[in-house]
């Protein structure tokens, strides 16, 4: 019971530092202006290494486009990065390798250390790179759907046999399941992270 007293209060931490990166992350886009840009390089002194990855995640979801977030100390930044589909992010850091110390990952999220003095250097390139691979125009996000379904259908035993597919994570994805022709009537939210009610309407 001390344990996970101990590590709910670690779980809380960690997601108090994420919000906050978070919240730091959307006022520099905002005051940077960087919505129009394809790709985002963003950094600053003090924030958590440990969880500037899941908020790189978050940012490219939300704003579909690849962000890389960097952790800065005494000059050198730590960073991370995650892309969106479309966007070979390995690739892409090959591509600013003269501004990198060091890169590793695959094609959506990667690790990098960079000089603080190269950031603006970085963002140029990183942008540059997505436009080799994807071109000018803007990309629009897509939903994957797995399966459709009548709302009478997603009941209570549907929800038990969710549950056995768990966990869910990069290497087994939450299902996305949709329903035509439902008219939403007001949304407080998702209650859970696991189904996705879509109100595509009449065509």
Sequence with gaps: RVQARYLHNLNRQRQALEEEVLKQAR??????????????????????????????????????????????KNGRGRGSAR?????????????????????????????FEVAADNLGAFQELLEQ???????????????????????????????RHLETLRPFGPGNPAPVIVSLEVECLGSRGRTTPDLRLLDWGRP
């Design 129 to 159: 790179a997505f436009v080799d691979q994807l071109g000018e125009k803007p990309l629009r996000p897509t939903l994957k759907v797995d399966a459709q379904a009548e709302l009478g259908e997603l009941n209570g035993a549907f929800y």
């Design 27 to 72: 006022t520099m886009i905002r005051r940077q202006g960087l919505e129009s840009r394809p790709a985002w390089v963003l950094g600053q002194e003090g924030w958590h290494p440990g969880v500037i990855g899941i908020v790189a995640a978050r940012l490219a979801e939300e704003y579909y486009r690849p962000v890389a977030l960097v952790s800065l």
């Design 83 to 111: 892309s969106i589909e479309g966007f070979h992010l390995f690739q892409g850091l090959q591509a600013c390798r003269q501004v990198l110390h060091k890169y590793g990952g695959h094609r959506a999220a990667a690790g």
